[in-house]
Nanobody, 127 residues
Framework: EVQLVESGGGLVQAGKSLTLSCTSS????????IGWFRQAPGKEREGLAR????????YYPDSVKGRFTISRDSAKNTVYLQMNNVQPEDTAVYYC????????????????????WGKGTLVTVSS
């Protein structure tokens, strides 16, 4: 059974940094691309970053470049999302998702393009 488990969410003050973790099991980590998404109340799920574990290729949508950094630790089957200078508008449920690497090649980061999903971790940013 494939599982993706997000952790690291919580209440954080505006201007601080926060790192989320996504630990996978049940899949061949290096054969997958892992993406981070978020969904705020009343809004669509938004793609933030994707890393292809096969070769380390990293993709950020133009809309979010700058404050988010994705990285991985293959030995721990874990992908991280570092968020800097968080703001109240970053309040959302953050999800990680996985898709076999070749389905991510040349593709934009869209929720519909991912196969496996975690249950999410809530990030609340106070002003």
């Amino acid at each position: 059974e494939v599982q993706l488990v997000e952790s690291g969410g919580g209440l954080v003050q505006a201007g601080k940094s926060l790192t989320l973790s996504c630990t996978s099991s049940g899949l061949a980590f290096n054969d997958y691309a892992i993406g981070w998404f978020r969904q705020a109340p009343g809004k669509e799920r938004e793609g933030l970053a994707r890393i292809t574990n096969t070769d380390g290729y990293i993709y950020y949508p133009d809309s979010v470049k700058g404050r988010f950094t994705i990285s991985r630790d293959s030995a721990k089957n874990t992908v991280y999302l570092q968020m800097n200078n968080v703001q109240p508008e970053d309040t959302a449920v953050y999800y990680c998702a996985a898709v076999i690497w070749w389905r991510a090649v040349g593709k934009p980061l869209e929720a519909s393009g991912m196969h496996y999903w975690g249950k999410g971790t809530l990030v609340t940013v106070s002003s």
